[in-house]
């Protein structure tokens, strides 16, 4: 057992067999290729794309937007120099109350920043506002009021009217969508943070230092999830590969057929972890808390919001039936992995028939003389006790 046939004259049970292993093959290899192309993006997204949800332009803030930030922060807390502007307050402020990021004992967790932080443009909607109103005014006047939008200072560019962003959820103590950009993207806007709050004060390689530990951070901070969602695919590659070799005489003996199942028994466990994992870091923490609002207006709809305030998934801030870019990517990308994996999951199954004659074989030969086989069973099976009125005729 464990192999096709001693010879092709066998037939018709050649046939599916190597038919089954073809098909097992082509559902893995498209499996595979959806989870790792899924794995390898879903924490990957270009900041462009939550930048253009936010304010419906996807620029980053620069250098020279930060150096304006703080110099009018400076005047408006009426400093002389650019002292009064650190990085503790710069934290503390574009966290936004994210309780994840600031949980630990240091505060230098920008990577989770809300898009504010990032993303160069302002909403559209603060042009009906006056300028001199900005984020910190907002909350001066009621430090519990939802501040967006805002001006980050009065002198911030806006989008124009034609480009309407979709609303961007609060963190409230999750990773939220920050998690999921590209780290490189994320460390260019963060080092021209740095070089606005501390030119002249630190020189190129101190800055260097702390670029380098940010992007260690936001690697691993990646790390489980990235090392969950793609280990279980290079299992079922592995396990789908040895299984097909049993399928001829040089490897149809231990232990290739032993570990080729345990191989795919393990895939299939890490496909179950990768489907939790995946769905906890979009569905649970991100894309769950969006509305699909559909065709509907107010009062259920207003600007791309829901009447509860949960932002819209399919309608920007001028009530428009758009998909939310960034939201719209997460989706596309959990949807191909676990395609993907339902994908693997039958290529997985398939393979395992492939070793079912090896393993009645090895169960025969090492657990056959303790275990029942099915002719063994009795098929009839006398009661003890006779039915009433089993023979009417003789009442």
Known sequence: MGVCVDSCSDGPRAICRILQAIISGIFLFIGIVCQFWSGLNLNDVPLSSLCETYSGDGSPMTQSDFSSLLQWYNT???CKQQTCASYEGAASFFLNGNSYASKGSRI???????ARFYC????????????SVTCITKLMSNPYSDPYPCRLWPGQPVATTDNANWYVLPTDGTRGAMYHI???????????????????TWSDSQIQVAQSEFLQGCVLDKGSDGYILIIGPIFAILGGVITTLTMFKKFNGPPWPEMGMNLLLISIILLLVSFWSISLSTTADISGNYTYCGSSQAP????????????CIDQDSQGSRSW?????QLLLLDSVYV????????STIMYLGLSSGFTESMMSEKFGKYLVTLQDIPMKIRLPFPPKNANPAKQ
């Open 339 to 346: 395609a993907g994996g339902v994908l693997t999951f039958l």
């Open 300 to 311: 259920l709809v207003n600007q791309g919001r829901w009447f509860d305030n949960s932002p």
């Open 182 to 200: 590209n780290c490189y993207d994320k460390l260019a806007v963060y080092s021209a943070f740095l070089k606005s709050l501390y030119q002249g």
């Open 108 to 114: 230098d967790m920008l990577r989770y920043a809300d």
């Open 76 to 78: 408006f807390v009426g």
């Open 324 to 328: 939310n870019p960034f939201i719209s």
């Open 120 to 131: 160069k443009y302002a909403p559209h909607q603060v042009s009906s506002q006056p300028q």
